[in-house]
């Protein structure tokens, strides 16, 4: 699960339907918190979006996930607490990734948002990843983010492909990337474990 992901690890819509597993009272299940969400996610005006983002097959998620992220946004006033915590577990990615690539004196100087920050770790990171093994395919992503920018595009639906194709050639070459993924991977375990806490039931004092 990525950072951002609205999907349950266990939605593979090649092996299941569209049913969701009843909580059996006193299951202690680690998953019983996934089918919790789910009835939340269900629950407001998105039902419709979060059920085609939710079992379609991966080619098709840049697509479905930008439908159900605009309709909970129109629809903030339910949503909030899951839009929220994305946003808080992105903004603590970005402090993570910064620690690592830029110089703690340019962290004093400056702040979260500012252009000469945000330049020069576009820099430390694009060096860093001509490293590796993996630069052709870092390069075919970027050309074809600024080619849907230009154009005014969808980026993660045109570069989807390319885009995993990168993801799986730094997954490969774990051993060089792993600075860069070691903060991806902790965003999406954080943010698991802040959801299941939102929809977990409450001890009573």
Known sequence: ???????????????????VPSEEPGD??????RYRFQDFM?????KESYLDYHYCFDEE????????????????????????????CKEQLTNDIEAIFLPSTILDQTKEGDAEREEMLEEKVLAFMKGGGCEEQCTAWRDCFEEAEKNKEDVDIKCAGVHAMWFNCMDAHSDYFHPFLAPLKTAGEDFEKKLEAFVSPKQAD
């Open 1 to 19: 699960m990525s950072s951002t992901d609205l999907k349950p690890e266990n939605s593979d819509p090649k092996s299941q339907n569209n049913q």
């Open 42 to 46: 269900e629950g407001g005006a998105c």
């Open 61 to 88: 998620e840049p697509k479905y996930k930008e439908v159900l992220e605009k309709c909970m946004n129109a629809h903030s006033d339910y949503y909030e607490p899951v839009l929220a915590l994305l946003e808080t």
């Open 28 to 33: 202690s299940s680690s998953d019983n918190w």
